[in-house]
């Protein structure tokens, strides 16, 4: 069984800072991709940002220069440290990761349970 769990959400105030990680568990056999996805209320869940096994990264054109994506293979965990948040940063984060089990070894995507980050005065 594969595991992504996430921590680091909160209520932050408009221009303030917040980091977000997520560590992945289990049985698993290779990471290939992980990252982060929002969803705020009424709207789709969207990119925000994806880095691969080899520190490729991608990035949503809203938080360009104020996110940076990373991660620690070591450790299994990536994290999104968000900086100069605005009110529309508000949503549920996700965690993603397309992984593969010891059990089929085959590409799947999984997901953690999310954290609220709240930007507001």
């Known amino acids: 069984q594969v595991q992504l769990v996430e921590s680091g959400g909160g209520l932050v105030q408009p221009g303030g800072s917040l980091r977000l990680s997520c560590a992945a568990s289990?049985?698993?056999?290779?990471?290939?991709?992980m990252g982060w996805y929002r969803q705020a209320p009424g709207k789709q869940r969207e990119l925000v940002a994806v880095?691969?096994?080899?520190?490729?990264?991608n990035y949503a054109d809203s938080v360009k220069g104020r996110f940076t994506i990373s991660s620690d293979n070591a450790k299994r965990t990536v994290y999104l440290q968000m900086n100069s948040l605005k009110p529309e940063d508000t949503a549920v984060y996700y965690c993603?990761?397309?992984?593969?089990?010891?059990?089929?070894?085959?590409?799947?995507?999984?997901w953690g349970q999310g954290t609220q980050v709240t930007v507001s005065s």
């Open positions: 289990g049985t698993i056999f290779n990471i290939y991709t």
């Open positions: 880095i691969t096994s080899g520190g490729s990264t």
């Open positions: 993603y990761g397309d992984l593969s089990s010891r059990y089929d070894y085959t590409s799947r995507d999984y």
